[in-house]
Each structure stands twice: as C-alpha cells, then as structure tokens.
C-alpha cells in the first residue's frame, strides 16, 4: 500500500516518533511520502495534488501536524474535502479539534477536570468562580497556546489577553490543580484493535521546577510511567465513548484525590512516545490495518 504522512512545515521530517512509524511501514513493504498538511491539495479518486503532481495514495495518516489549530478552518476544509481515507478520519478530527468537548464527556459521568467555556468577555464578567487560581486558555490550541495561569482576582486587569483568545476562539477556564506540579499528568497511549482499545504504553509528563506547563518545549519531562489496572479502567471508560472508527488515541489524565481526571482526549496529532519500543510501533501497524481492511 501506498501512504502519506501529514506534518507541518516545522517538522518536515517528522518527529523520531512518527519516523518510527514511517521506518516500520516500509519495513513491512509499504511506500510512504511525507507532506506538510497545508502545502497540498485534497484530489478526487483518492489522490493528492502537489504542485503540478497528483498521486494515488491508500490513506493519509495525520502526524506532526502541530500548527492545524492556527489554520483551524483552513485544517478542517482539507480534512473533510480529501477522498482518501484519514487516520484518524474527519468524524474524529472535527470533534477533536475543539477543547469543550470535554463537556461531552462530563456529561457522560468522565470525571474531568471541572471545565467552563465562555464565548464573550461580558459572559466571563457575569460568572462568580470558586477557584483561586485559574488555567484560561483557548479552546482550539495546542501546546499551550495562548494559555495563562492567573489568580482569579487578576481576571478584570486581563481584558486584552482574554480578548486576543478570543479572536482566536471560545475560551476555556479551569482551576488550577496542585497535582500538575506536585505529581505531573499521565499520558495513556491506545490504539484500536479488533474493534476495541487496545492499551500500549503510558508516559509521565512534569514540569520543570515552578512551571505549570508540561510541554517539553516549555523544559517539562516526559518518562515511562507503569500504569495501573485503575489507570486502565479509567482510560478505557474514556475511549468507550467515542463512537467512530479510530485508530490512534492518547488519554491525558491528573490524579486527584477522588481518582484520575481527564485533561485531554488527543486523536488529531498527539505525541504518541513511539521511538523506543518495537512493539508500539507494530501495534500502530496492526491498527492501520485493521481500519483500512
């Protein structure tokens, strides 16, 4: 078969990661092209267009596409519009792409962590919080973007960073959890086989020393952590309520006293800690092929 790989122009070679994934492919007699999302055109026919070429290709994986949430309707458009088979597919993306569904989640009885969305500034000024300290981020972004931790009576002087949001889009405010400095937050990779999640390997993500975000961009760590059957139970619980095929996920949770609390579903272009393991990358395989057959 015949595949591409998504990314963005900062990694146009992709990440170790997903070079692991390319490497296993083609180890398994499968081509592999790598494009930067927005540097190609969606064809007819299963084909892509770029530049003054057009090819075939038997699914387009989505990868290293770390900037879609800058060109969000630009990311969409082309996702929705392109004829060959996505990993993960449009269904999936176009839920995933904005962070109140988390709210979806909720209602579903997911403990989360507590989550309110705001459209406007007059909305946020009209709601009393009981939190002390507040994450306030956009809800399209990645990589803490755009993301602030404020002591909740610095809100009013804010109007200028809470308007730049949203220009950006709807605005999310969480509490500030101790846990994410004290502990880290737990990332519980899955990939769909035969019909249900399958659980590969988990990491444990920490900041640095009186930071907040876990990002390794921002000096956070990221380290093999042994998840427990309650890790399991609670990360399976999560996937289960996703209806549509899938075939890579990433559960972003932080413990609490009351147990674990989902931060994030990731199923458009987590890091999925691939490079150090042969059976990861073959579980990848495996749920790639499941999908497509």
Not at 63 to 79: A, C, G, I, N, V
Not at 185 to 191: A, G
């Amino acid at each position: 078969m015949k595949f591409g790989i998504l990314t963005s122009a900062a990694l146009p070679e992709l990440n170790p990661s997903d070079r692991s994934l390319k490497d296993v492919l083609e180890k398994h007699d499968h081509s592999c092209d790598i494009f930067v999302w927005d540097q190609i055109q969606p064809g007819p026919d299963r084909t892509l267009i770029y530049g003054s070429e057009k090819k075939n290709y038997d699914a387009l994986i989505v990868r290293s596409t770390w900037d879609y949430y800058k060109k969000l309707p630009q990311f969409l458009e082309f996702t929705q519009q392109c004829s060959i088979p996505l990993i993960n597919p449009f269904e999936v993306i176009r839920w995933n792409s904005n962070k109140k569904y988390l709210l979806r989640f909720e209602q579903a009885g997911i403990p989360i962590v507590p989550t309110k969305v705001f459209s406007s500034l007059q909305q946020i000024q009209e709601t009393a919080l009981s939190w002390n300290k507040v994450v306030v981020k956009p809800s399209v972004s990645a990589s803490s973007f755009m993301t602030y931790l404020w002591d909740q009576n610095q809100i009013p002087q804010k109007t200028q960073q809470i308007q730049d949001i949203f220009s950006h889009s709807e605005l999310i405010m969480q509490p500030f959890l101790n846990e994410i400095q004290e502990f880290g937050e737990i990332s519980l990779v899955y990939f769909r086989i035969g019909g249900k999640p399958k659980f590969s390997h988990a990491i444990l993500k920490q900041a640095k020393s009186g930071d907040f975000r876990i990002q390794q961009d921002y000096g956070g760590t990221a380290t093999a952590y042994p998840a427990t059957p309650e890790d399991l139970k609670f990360a399976n619980s999560v996937l289960e309520q996703v209806k549509e095929p899938w075939v890579y996920a990433r559960v972003d949770a932080i413990p609490s006293k009351s147990g674990l609390l989902l931060c994030e579903l990731e199923m458009i272009e987590p890091e999925l800690f691939m490079a150090t393991s042969k059976n990861k990358k073959e579980l990848f395989y495996q749920s790639i092929l499941e999908f497509l057959s």
